[in-house]
């Protein structure tokens, strides 16, 4: 099994800056991928970054410039910084990775962490 554990939420005002960071820990024998994903009420979830063996790293284009996602494979841990917050990036945060294990991939998810951004 695996646990993914996500900190770093929170209330902020608009152009104000968050950290988010996950620790994913359990039967992790390798991992390809690790994404921070986001969903606001009446809304489907969708990816905000993501770092991949075979894609490198992408971006939702809204937060392009403003967000950095950053990875340590060894760890098995993800970060998000978040700069210029708008309300529009008022969601749940979750943590995702996908574990190679025997040559099947699983996907994990995290609980989430609520990010409120006021204008």
């Known amino acids: 099994q695996v646990h993914l554990v996500e900190s770093g939420g929170g209330s902020v005002q608009a152009g104000g800056s968050l950290r988010l960071s996950c620790a994913a820990s359990g039967n992790i024998p390798s991992s390809d991928a690790m994404a921070w994903y986001r969903q606001a009420p009446g809304k489907e979830r969708e990816l905000v970054a993501r770092v991949s063996t075979a894609f490198g790293t992408q971006y939702k284009d809204s937060v392009k410039g403003r967000f950095t996602i950053s990875r340590d494979s060894a760890k098995n841990t993800v970060n998000l910084q978040m700069d210029n917050l708008q309300s529009e990036d008022t969601a749940v945060y979750l943590c995702?990775?996908?574990?190679?294990?025997?040559?099947?991939?699983?996907?994990?998810w995290g609980q989430g962490t609520q990010v409120t951004v006021s204008s």
């Open positions: 995702n990775i996908w574990v190679i294990r025997s040559g099947t991939r699983s996907e994990y």
